[in-house]
């Protein structure tokens, strides 16, 4: 597939480059550039998968886009600059053509098992119609100007040369230092919500689910920056916000195929009481209030747990 046709565009710099090695010490701008640019790389692998109707293809490029939008929110402020909006809308849009889908790939594999074949019907009807509206936008001439002005942002943006002394501090100051104030903030803000999480709605709920996936994506990301000894320490705080995240995705898909299958009704009638499951939410809450439980009284990460910044050569 060409990729001045219908294929994706390439990065429009570091195309050849390998990402680098994050640490402690180095620039968020440098830092930033990184790891920015190994989610991209990952949304870019995976299009020509997700066009033919790959669903595996298609989660991993969602989940490497939350990746990428994860960092872009990680280095706010210091990447906040007059384009920003723009590429933020831009991804948004994109992550709203793959969410469709992705929710009807979710739905109907809860409702294939004792389904009558006129729902299974109307359901692959409107999942084919999905995929051929999501494989048209990632064909597009959109797709192709999202893909180039996102790198282009992301390897000389605005940002990147603004001279106002605050401007230059944050894009000099050390990784770790900015990594251990966001993650400690970002930590602090889920775990406050999440003691009222038997109270939330559903909305509320997503939310929480949405600062539990930043929270996880950005140790993700940061895994190069910690000492051997300190693997086992986030490694378990990995293990809880996972185990949280997965209970608030499950919850999430089942709001969201009730949604869809509400919209099916008037075709097939009471469809959405498949998703419809009171012992099953009451278990999904407490699996996750349990992980969230288990967080609170693990040793957050501290300064200490970052690998040393090695030694200069001579």
């Known amino acids: ?49 997700t066009c033919r109707g790959d669903p595996d293809a298609l989660h991993q490029i969602r989940i490497a886009l939350t990746h990428l939008r994860t960092a872009i929110r990680f280095f706010s402020p210091m990447v906040d600059d007059a384009l920003r909006p723009k590429v933020w809308a831009e991804l948004k849009w994109l992550n709203s053509q793959l969410g469709m889908v992705r929710d009807l790939d979710v739905a109907i594999e809860r409702v294939v098992a004792g389904a009558e074949l006129a729902e299974l019907h109307h359901w692959d009807e409107r999942r084919d119609e999905s995929h051929r ?25 605005p940002w990147s040369t603004r001279r106002s002394k605050e401007a230059i501090r944050l894009r000099r100051g050390p990784l770790a230092d900015h990594a251990m104030a966001q993650l400690t903030d970002w930590e602090r803000t889920l775990l406050k919500k999440a003691r009222k999480l038997r109270k939330l709605d559903v909305e509320k709920r997503h939310k929480l689910r949405i600062l539990n996936k930043r929270l996880t994506y950005s140790i993700e990301s940061l895994e190069d920056l910690f000492a051997d000894k300190s693997l086992k320490k986030q490694k378990a705080i990995l293990k809880q916000l996972r185990r949280a995240q997965k209970s608030l995705g499950q919850l999430n898909d089942d709001a969201r195929g009730q949604m869809l299958a509400t919209s099916l009704n008037e075709a097939v009638p009471k469809t959405a009481t498949r998703f419809l499951d ?37």
């Not at 046709?5 to 402690?24: D, E, V, Y």
């Not at 494989?135 to 943006?157: D, F, H, N, P």
């Not at 939410?281 to 040393?308: I, M, Q, V, W």
Request: positive net charge.
């Open 278 to 314: 009171p012992k099953r939410e009451r278990k999904l809450l407490r699996t996750a209030a349990t992980a969230y439980r288990k967080l609170e009284k693990a040793k957050p990460l501290r300064p200490c747990d970052l690998s040393p910044d090695p030694e200069p050569e001579h």
């Open 133 to 157: 509206l999501l494989a048209r936008a990632l064909r597009s001439a959109r797709y192709r100007r999202l893909v180039e002005q996102t790198s282009s942002w992301i390897e000389g943006g």
């Open 1 to 49: 597939m060409s990729s001045t046709a219908t294929g994706p565009a390439k990065p429009a710099a570091g195309r050849n480059a390998r990402p680098g090695r994050l640490s402690p010490g180095m620039a968020c701008d440098t830092a930033f550039r990184i790891i920015a640019r190994r989610h991209l790389a990952a949304v870019l692998a995976q299009h020509d998968g």
